[in-house]
């Protein structure tokens, strides 16, 4: 009896106490879990498993659909998009990419642009039915209605269990290991053979149903259960424990995990619980996590812990850096404008609406104001006389020891009953800033620090009795009791500054239109950072740095660390509501960093508390992948542009476009499951001069006009942990136009050369008509020249040297003839004679007809033949032939033809004393004309010769005919001459 009163005892009560003590330690902050429902875009809000493919994508089946999700966005599938079911019931990916579903048809394969499926040949039992996808190696283990099949080389098969046909309720695989668990037995099948895993630890009256095997990060292997949660250890299954008492008192558990930092995770009917090696963590919707049962649990690549829940979609959680206090917590006004602390053990919270508050032992207690109704709260500041309130309308309050003082117009000659800021200095004065003035306690008395009538928004020590003021109208600056214009000759001069701080020599201002400002007092350089740099928001409300130097800045949308490298260029960590900001706006002057280093924000929707030494995941992208590559003007590429498409997003590869289709637009995103808005880009585009962008948040650009080339694009991502992610790369070219090429370009210059040529050609062949003409009309103008002038040449030379030769016969009849004058008369008739034979050949000369080369030969026969006729020696002409009616030689050509072959003759005649002289005309190849004149008579020896005359003339005229004359002559064996030249083309 007393044995089954403490197993009652530690069955209920022990459970009972653990659940309220959870409750209680829990209730004091909210944890952020960060919700995705069928708001963010989720199919459907009945997750029901999740997996996370190789890319980094989570994956999430639901009873209405299967849903992926890339860290900022949800792409859904049904059975439109050729899913077998719409309910899936599990999920896996393997690691080729695929994403492995099944359902209450069958198992289903999609490799991002199509599904395979494997139909279930028998219908399921029920609808309700678990079932689980696990892929090792090339082979999918899939576990339905209690058996186990798998899937190999694209076939399903049957994979046989021992113990029967018992029901085969949970499964895991491993690369040479398959557990299966049934009713009350776990089996284990390793190198083809099976081996029992019994349980040590018995739950009394029951038997034990494994619902998950899961294995934790070391190795070690976990099962949930009905009875709780279990390890193996030692080859056995024992119930594990927590400072020695047995975990068989929580409630069915259908699913687990390990985190990061060894904890484990186990889902319930009604949230979740994290066990630590010391202690239990309840999460319910109190909380911040749901009341609806888990049924799946896993923990992604990045370490966060993702639950998917029945009814409220899927819950994220990567740590408590961030918590908060807000309306379920026991605050009850979201809007939280001012916070202090008492520098030890009390927070210090002053609403909007709602009045002020203390955060004392993790519970929210109210500070009962002494108005009604209650102002709001502008500014809290504790001081060494106690804590000073400033309000809207109601003034200055002091708060110590209980008690509550009012210090108001128009009793004090406050300047308005409207406090904006309270700040206390280095020499324990008080500045109070009011919608219209300021004010400073000191010594116990208030004075009037500025007549300035501008709202006042914060104080700042900077110096040795110096305070700079923030106002509407600029900065002001109190030094020896006098107030003046603080100005800088910057961007500062002209900004409404509503906050600052100090570090080192900068002064570091959060304004409320550009920006953070940073004013360095020693050197007087400012620096911007403003939403081109990297802030989400140019609205700065307060500003604050940690206990490492880094600037917190609590923005119009969420809350900004500035970090400072060494390289002097400040980083930029982003925090939104995916890392647990509940309140993106942030209110003025409303933070405190405690002594424990901590930090307390003031938003619009509660107290947001940062714990800087609190495990949480790291914000690290596994890959940044292209989402869309576009044309300007286009919808849809064409697809004779590109080799093929990509399954998953349909970029196209191979891109080739032609040269009008050169405006290109890309959009990337880094995939990360919990840092999506932290992540900056930085790209650049090889193939043209431009650097890198700036690192900002944009995740999309667009190249104009873009010549063509070659063309690599790069993106770089950046998240706060320094992680650093392979750099996507996406090459395309813009087809170069023909006329553009190079070959254009040759074909051009060709053409060009080409045309050059024939235009060269056309204007020399018209020249050449032109001077064929031009010697044509010459031709006849000298032919009628010629004929003129042999005519009158013959009537005049001819008669007189006829008159010549009758008055000289007419002289020797009339005069007595001596020896002397029958000489004189002798050689004037021998004289005239021969000046009649000349005049004859230039008057044969001069005649057009007789250019023609056979009258020219024929004269030259004619010649030999005269002058050897009254002679014995015998003369011979061969060669005469018709065809040289074809041929023309001008008449300086033919004039020196016929002399050269004139002194030739006459030289045979002279001095050769031959008895047969012959002249051979032929006619060789090309148009080359070739004479040879021979005679048999003494000869002649050529080298010792001395030429005279005529031996020159008649190689000087051979010259003028482009000719080649050669003489042979032996002594007493006669004298060849002969001579070759090219007869024009005048035909």
């Known amino acids: 009896m007393n044995h089954h009163y403490h197993k009652l005892l530690r069955r209920v009560l022990i459970p009972l106490m653990l659940l309220l ?96 499926h494997y139909p279930m040949q028998v219908q399921t039992r029920s609808f309700n039915t678990t ?43 491993r690369q040479h290991a398959v557990w299966i668990a049934k009713e009350g037995t776990v089996y284990r099948y390793s190198k083809g053979e099976w081996d029992t895993i019994v349980f040590a630890d018995d739950v009394e009256g029951s038997v034990p149903v494994i619902y998950k095997i899961f294995e934790g990060r070391e190795g070690k292997v976990w099962m949930t259960g009905n009875f709780g949660l279990y390890r193996v250890e030692d080859g056995k299954i024992r119930l594990h424990r927590i400072n020695d008492s047995p975990l068989d008192f929580l409630p069915g558990i259908p699913c687990g995990a390990e985190d990061n930092n060894g904890n484990l995770w186990v889902g319930t009917n009604n949230g979740a619980v994290r066990i630590t090696a010391t202690d239990l963590q309840y999460y319910n919707k109190r909380n911040g996590l749901t009341d609806n049962s888990l049924n799946d649990i896993m923990r992604d690549a990045e370490g966060n812990i993702w639950m998917a829940s029945d009814g409220q979609g899927i819950f994220r959680f990567s740590g408590t850096q961030f918590t908060g206090l807000d309306e379920t917590m026991g605050l009850p006004s979201a809007q939280v404008m001012a916070i202090a602390n ?110 300035n009538t501008s709202p006042v928004y914060s104080f700042l020590t900077i110096g040795y009795d110096s305070t700079l003021i923030a106002t509407d109208a600029g900065l002001r600056l109190f030094h020896a009791g006098e107030v003046h214009p603080f100005l800088t000759g910057t961007i500062i001069d002209s900004s409404v500054i509503q906050c600052f701080v100090l570090k080192g020599n900068d002064l570091w201002m959060g304004s409320s239109d550009n920006g953070l400002l940073a004013y360095n007092l020693r050197t007087g350089k400012t620096k911007v950072i403003n939403k081109s740099k990297g802030l989400r928001s140019d609205f700065i409300y307060n500003l604050v740095i940690d206990d490492n130097g880094n600037l917190w800045a609590g923005t119009g949308y969420g809350i900004h660390k500035i970090l400072s490298p060494d390289d002097g260029n400040p980083q930029i960590v982003f925090y939104g509501k995916a890392q647990g900001i509940m309140g993106m706006e942030s209110n003025i002057n409303s933070v405190k960093k405690m002594y424990d280093g901590s930090i307390w924000f003031g938003t619009t929707n509660g107290a947001l508390h940062y714990s800087p030494n609190t495990p949480a995941a790291v914000s690290a992208p596994s890959c940044i992948v292209l989402q869309t590559v576009k044309i300007a003007g286009e919808n849809v590429i064409d697809s004779g542009w590109y080799d093929s498409l990509d399954n998953w997003y349909g970029i196209p590869y191979n891109l080739r476009l032609p040269y009008k289709k050169n405006s290109i637009a890309f959009s990337f995103q880094a995939v990360t499951l919990s840092g999506a808005q932290q992540v900056l880009y930085r790209y650049r585009i090889d193939g043209l001069d431009v650097p890198w962008s700036d690192w900002s948040s944009t995740s999309a650009v667009t190249y104009s006009a873009l010549p063509p080339g070659k063309y690599i694009f790069r993106v770089q991502c950046r998240s706060d942990a320094g992680i650093s992610t392979p750099e996507l790369m996406y090459a395309f070219e813009i087809i170069t136009p023909f006329h553009k090429t190079i070959w254009f370009s040759l074909v051009i210059l060709i053409a060009c050369i080409t045309s050059g040529i024939l235009l060269q050609y056309s204007i020399n062949r018209s020249k050449e008509r032109r001077e064929k003409l031009l010697a044509k009309l010459r031709a006849e103008e000298q032919g009628k020249i010629r004929t003129r002038t042999a005519e009158d040449f013959h009537d005049e030379i001819g008669n007189k040297l006829t008159r010549i030769n009758v008055l000289t016969s007419v002289l020797k009849k009339k005069i007595e003839m001596t020896p002397d004058t029958t000489r004189i008369l002798g050689q004037i008739e021998d004289n005239t004679g021969q000046l009649y034979s000349g005049t004859r050949d230039i008057l044969w000369s001069l005649k057009p007809s007789n250019d023609v080369l056979y009258e020219i030969l024929h004269r030259i026969r004619d010649f030999g033949t005269e002058l050897f006729q009254d002679t014995e020696i015998q003369f011979v002409f061969t060669g005469t032939d018709e065809k040289w009616h074809q041929y023309r030689l001008n008449m300086e050509m033919s004039r020196n033809l016929i002399m050269i072959f004139k002194e030739a003759l006459n030289n045979s005649l002279k001095y050769a004393k031959p008895t047969k002289v012959s002249l051979e005309v032929t006619m060789k190849q090309k148009g080359v004309l070739h004479m040879v004149l021979k005679d048999n008579g003494v000869g002649f020896d050529v080298q010792t010769t001395v030429k005279g005359n005529g031996l020159n003339n008649m190689k000087t005229r051979a010259g003028r005919l482009n000719g080649k004359l050669y003489i042979d002559s032996t002594h007493n064996k006669g004298t060849i001459i002969s001579l070759t030249f090219k007869i024009p083309q005048n035909r």
């Open 131 to 173: 079932q689980q996808i696990s892929v090792t190696n090339d082979t999918t283990w899939w576990r339905v209605q209690g058996e186990v099949y798998y899937v190999t080389k694209g076939k399903i098969k049957y994979f046989v269990t021992p113990g029967g046909e018992g029901f085969v309720s949970a499964m895991m695989v």
């Open 342 to 451: 008492n520098g030890s053990d009390s927070l210090l919270i002053g609403t909007y609406d709602a009045g002020l508050y203390v955060f004392k032992d993790k519970r929210v207690m109210p500070l009962s104001f002494p108005s009604n109704p209650v102002p709001a709260i502008t500014a809290l500041c504790y001081t060494p006389t106690g804590l000073w309130i400033g309000t809207r309308g109601r003034g200055l309050w002091s708060y110590d020891e209980g008690i509550f003082r009012q210090y108001a117009a128009p009793e004090r000659d406050f300047p308005s009953n409207y406090v904006h800021c309270i700040y206390n200095d280095t020499f324990n004065r008080m500045w109070i800033g009011f919608n219209n003035g300021v004010m400073v306690l000191e010594e116990g008395l208030f004075k009037v620090a500025d007549t």
């Open 21 to 116: 003590l959870w409750g209680s330690s829990v209730s004091a902050q909210r944890f952020h879990f960060h919700n995705l429902t069928v708001d963010d875009g989720l199919i459907q809000s009945q997750a029901t498993c999740m997996a996370q493919d190789k890319t980094g994508n989570l994956w999430v089946g639901t009873l209405g659909g299967l849903s992926r999700y890339d860290g900022r966005n949800f792409t859904n599938y049904t059975v439109r998009n050729g899913l077998l079911h719409n309910m899936v019931r599990a999920i896996a990916a393997d690691n080729a990419g695929n994403i492995w579903t099944s359902g209450p048809l069958g198992l289903s394969c999609y490799n991002g642009k199509s599904f395979t």
